[in-house]
T-cell receptor
Framework: DTAVSQTPKYLVTQMGNDKSIKCEQN?????MYWYKQDSKKFLKIMFS???????INETVPNRFSPKSPDKAHLNLHINSLELGDSAVYFC??????????????FGPGTRLTVL | KQEVTQIPAALSVPEGENLVLNCSFT??????LQWFRQDPGKGLTSLLL?????REQTSGRLNASLDKSSGRSTLYIAASQPGDSATYLC????????FGAGTRLTVKP
């Protein structure tokens, strides 16, 4: 069984478009995250949600908006896509806040390419 | 601001060698440190999680140590195998998780 799943795996789109990436976890975890991995392979946290509340919001553009319809899902909406948004986006989850005591489990990633 | 550095950036060894990957972080106020493995085009797999009160964790051929006061961690891989080839990332947690850039390991048959 897949613990953390993301769709789509690949996303190619034109500049200016609006797109969404979906994430689901079946681990019963309370906290979910979105990370961006840039071309230099650095992973940077973008958002985390705990019990449907946004608790961390790094300084990402407001074109990015996380949406959590329930505890098992955290979707990422991106408006007016820009070339610099091209990256691999990872979803993750953990039982505890910011992985204080528990491991974070990662999805397979979504490779976004903006043309 | 927490910064995580991993050395070396890339490492190539013959099969069977023991090897050490290094991770350093600038702020010792952390809850835990994790080592992950990332295979090309795939997500991250957690290998070992060390709580701030712990000194080391072991899993199979892997041993990770943590010296919080000096801001260092090492991942020791014994008897390396070609299947160990991947990028290894360390990450520290406090209010969020900060990752290093990773060490790309190649184990040659």
């Amino acid at each position: 069984d897949t613990a953390v799943s993301q769709t789509p795996k690949y996303l190619v789109t034109q500049m200016g478009n609006d797109k969404s990436i979906k994430c689901e976890q079946n681990l019963g975890h309370d906290t979910m995250y979105w990370y961006k991995q840039d071309s230099k392979k650095f992973l940077k946290i973008m958002f985390s949600y705990n019990n449907k509340e946004l608790i961390i919001n790094e300084t990402v553009p407001n074109r990015f908006s996380p949406k959590s319809p329930d505890k098992a899902h955290l979707n990422l909406h991106i408006n007016s896509l820009e070339l610099g948004d091209s990256a691999v986006y990872f979803c993750a989850s953990s039982q505890d806040l910011a992985g204080r005591t528990d491991t974070q489990y990662f999805g397979p990633g979504t490779r976004l390419t903006v043309l | 601001k927490q910064e995580v550095t991993q050395i070396p950036a890339a490492l190539s060894v013959p099969e069977g060698e023991n090897l050490v990957l290094n991770c350093s972080f600038t702020d010792s106020a952390i809850y835990n440190l994790q080592w992950f493995r990332q295979d090309p085009g795939k997500g991250l797999t957690s290998l070992l999680l060390i709580q701030s009160s712990q000194r080391e964790q072991t899993s199979g051929r892997l041993n990770a140590s943590l010296d919080k006061s000096s801001g260092r961690s090492t991942l020791y891989i014994a008897a390396s195998q070609p299947g160990d080839s991947a990028t290894y990332l360390c990450a520290v947690s406090l209010n969020d998780m900060r990752f290093g850039a990773g060490t790309r390991l190649t184990v040659k048959p």
